[in-house]
């Protein structure tokens, strides 16, 4: 199956930083998301990216579907993005998910 | 649109006891996916049905676990004689039958054995 390699495990932001989060796909896929853990466990869904790039706020994702990686973006980071996030990608309808990035953003 | 829908949130057993985990897809969505998340770990796949078929078990054990997806009703996540190595967050995603739009999940039920 799809192997998932997310990057950095772990993440340790001050408040206002801005960060880059990585997903490496081993082979191709027909559908991409990131998904954010928050503290209480809830899966909120950020985006859909198969391919192109998708801004909602100060997030943004890119997926490079040929080279197999998509990238998340946070700008200007809050106490509240703190939590796990994770890709999931798939060739096909099934969604392998990476080990995910632990985002803490102090204040 | 009210979303993925999981019940109950928390659920606690006695080892030996049976669980049961409820999933009610998005309106419109026919294809039901469940995961499994251990502490400190990421999500595990399990089963994939659509209405009254399972399409693919191969993340699920092969003992004590079954799943169903009715013709009517929630998809149900069954769990017989517990032990305490069950002990997890289990998730439902919803997707419609194209895959096209992605996954949405539910908020999970948070299984205990005790």
């Known amino acids: 199956g799809i192997q998932v390699e997310q990057s950095p495990p772990d993440l340790i932001l001050q408040e206002g930083a801005n960060s880059t989060l990585r997903c490496n796909f081993s082979d191709s896929v027909n559908n991409l998301q990131w998904f954010h853990q928050n503290p209480w466990g809830q899966l909120i869904n950020l985006f859909y990216?198969?391919?192109g790039t998708k801004q909602n706020g100060r997030l943004s994702a890119t997926t490079v579907a040929t080279e197999r990686y998509s990238l998340l973006y946070i700008s200007s980071s809050q106490t509240t993005d703190s939590g796990v996030y994770f890709c999931?990608?798939?060739?096909?309808?099934?969604?392998?998910f990476g080990r995910g990035t632990s985002l803490i953003v102090h204040p | 649109n009210a979303g993925v829908m999981q019940n109950p949130r928390h659920l606690v057993r006695r080892r030996g006891q049976e669980a049961r985990l409820r999933c009610s897809p998005m309106k419109g969505h026919s294809h039901v996916y469940w995961y499994r998340q251990l502490p400190e770990e990421g999500l595990k796949f399990m089963v994939y049905l659509q209405k009254e078929n399972i399409i693919d078990e191969s993340g699920m054990p092969k003992e004590r676990f079954s799943a169903e997806f009715p013709k009517e009703g929630p998809s149900i996540l069954r769990i017989q004689q517990v032990v305490r190595g069950d002990s997890a967050a289990y998730f439902c995603a919803s997707s419609p039958p194209t895959g096209d739009g992605g996954y949405t999940f539910g908020s999970g039920t948070r299984l205990t054995v005790v």
């Open positions: 990216i198969p391919s």
């Open positions: 999931a990608s798939g060739g096909s309808y099934i969604p392998t």
